[in-house]
Nanobody, 115 residues
Framework: QVQLVESGGGLVQPGGSLRLSCAAS????????IGWFRQAPGKERELVAA???????NYADSVKGRFTISRDSAKNTVDLQTNSLEPEDTAVYYC?????????WGKGTQVTVAS
């Protein structure tokens, strides 16, 4: 069964860190471009970070220098290291895997930044 599952979310204080993980089953993430998106209440879903199948990365301006996206081919995961978290980072974080032929979404993991 083809599936994407996000994990690693939770409640963290401002300035804290979380490591989010996007795990795939039924297909190999190395062949897909991966995007981490987030959606806060009342806002549109936005791209936070992306990594191409070739390893190129890009980040939203709001998270540059704080978030890092990386692949772990052995585990078939793509992780998002989030540091120096701010209340504005509170959202449901989603993983997306896509090629020109297909795309998959996970169900999301909640990140809440609050003191």
């Amino acid at each position: 069964q083809v599936q994407l599952v996000e994990s690693g979310g939770g409640l963290v204080q401002p300035g804290g860190s979380l490591r989010l993980s996007c795990a795939a089953s039924g297909f190999t993430l190395d062949y897909y471009a991966i995007g981490w998106f987030r959606q806060a209440p009342g806002k549109e879903r936005e791209l936070v970070a992306a990594i191409s199948s070739g390893g190129s990365t890009n980040y939203a301006d709001s998270v540059k220098g704080r978030f890092t996206i990386s692949r772990d081919s052995a585990k078939n995961t793509v992780d998002l290291q989030t540091n120096s978290l701010e209340p504005e980072d509170t959202a449901v974080y989603y993983c997306n895997a896509k090629t020109i032929l297909r795309a998959y979404w996970g169900k999301g993991t909640q990140v809440t930044v609050a003191s």
